[in-house]
């Protein structure tokens, strides 16, 4: 049961499949990030896991509300308007340029007017969507194999979530990066961070430890190229701080097959180290409860204060 409720996500199999639903996933998630105000650490720019895929949730327009979801078990883009008005896009292989046009235009007809930034984000060499005709791969078995893997770790990240009463995050699941993450925060500010962007500025203006889930190494994402340099190609589940306390690199972390990237500064847990365990909720749980630990005490977080007794 348990190599059913989290597959085999083998990424030689569906890197192009990956690599074209990065960027549909960008296209939709931009017209979240351009139609609703901006909330602290970005987090009105994520999707949300549902049983069916991935959502953005509820988006205003004037007087009225919409909401797009990936639905990865029948292979659709839907399209749901509060006034009981739907459309739907097949999820089949196409290039990005033409994805972007037909869902471009499907708002519209919708009345939805919304413009974009065609640029894609966090990747190197970025194509523009209306001139992407090199990805336009899609399996679906693959994507509803990825959607297997996020719902169940998203209970484990809900769960994990659940003892902490702390400022935490949803969780949720950022289309730049393509990953699912879990977030808790001291209540402390940061030191500013030299040289980094607004993006990064917003997104860590507090002290954090953060956890995720990460698909793998794509041909041309630029977090892609840095985790795989680290020797981390294939799928895992990551664990940070920020700012990292001296000695993060040297915690007691639980389980052993977990490791220490010194590029990254993350401590990185194989998915296939996971799904392949006799309880894989269990030590993920246990990765990410010895990661915040060994994080949160080094840097002195007031534990008492921030976790459910």
């Keep these: 049961m348990a190599n059913q409720a989290w597959p085999a996500l083998p990424l030689a199999e569906w890197d192009k499949t990956y690599a074209t639903l990065h960027m549909w996933s960008q296209i939709v998630g931009k017209v979240r990030l351009a139609l609703t105000p901006r909330i602290n650490h970005w987090w009105n720019v994520p999707f949300y896991v549902t049983p ?3 959502t953005t949730s509820t988006i205003h327009y004037g007087d009225r509300s919409f909401a797009i979801e990936f639905d990865f078990i029948t292979h659709q ?29 499907t708002l519209q007809e919708l009345g939805i007017e919304v413009k974009i930034r065609t640029i894609p984000s966090e990747v190197e060499n970025p194509v523009p969507f209306d001139r992407d005709f090199q990805n336009s791969s899609y399996d679906g078995e693959f994507s509803n194999r990825l959607l297997q893997i996020l719902l169940q770790t998203e209970k484990v990240f809900t769960r994990f979530r659940s003892d902490f009463i702390g400022k935490c995050s949803p969780v949720h699941f950022f289309w ?14 940061a030191p500013e961070r030299e040289g980094a962007d ?46 990292e306390p001296p000695g993060m690199d040297k915690a007691r972390v639980f389980p052993q097959q977990a490791f220490y ?37 080094l840097a002195g977080w007031d534990r008492s204060a921030l976790e459910r007794r």
């Design 261 to 297: 990237s010194a590029e990254l500064k993350e401590w990185i847990l194989p998915y296939d180290e996971v799904r392949t365990s006799a309880s894989p909720e269990q030590m993920l749980l246990d990765f990410m409860q010895s990661t915040y630990e060994a994080a949160a005490n």
């Design 52 to 54: 069916r895929g991935l």
């Design 77 to 105: 883009l839907m399209i749901d308007c509060d006034d009981g008005v739907t459309a739907s896009m097949a999820l089949v292989p196409c290039p990005v340029a033409e994805f972007y046009r037909k869902f471009m235009t």
């Design 176 to 189: 730049g990066s393509f990953d699912l993450a879990v977030t808790r925060f001291s209540g402390r500010r």
């Design 198 to 243: 607004p993006v990064t500025r917003e997104a860590y203006s507090h002290e954090v430890v953060s956890h995720g889930f990460w698909p793998g190494k794509r041909a041309s994402g630029a977090v892609e190229e840095e985790k795989a340099s680290s020797g981390i190609g294939g799928p895992a589940f990551y664990a940070y701080a920020i700012p």
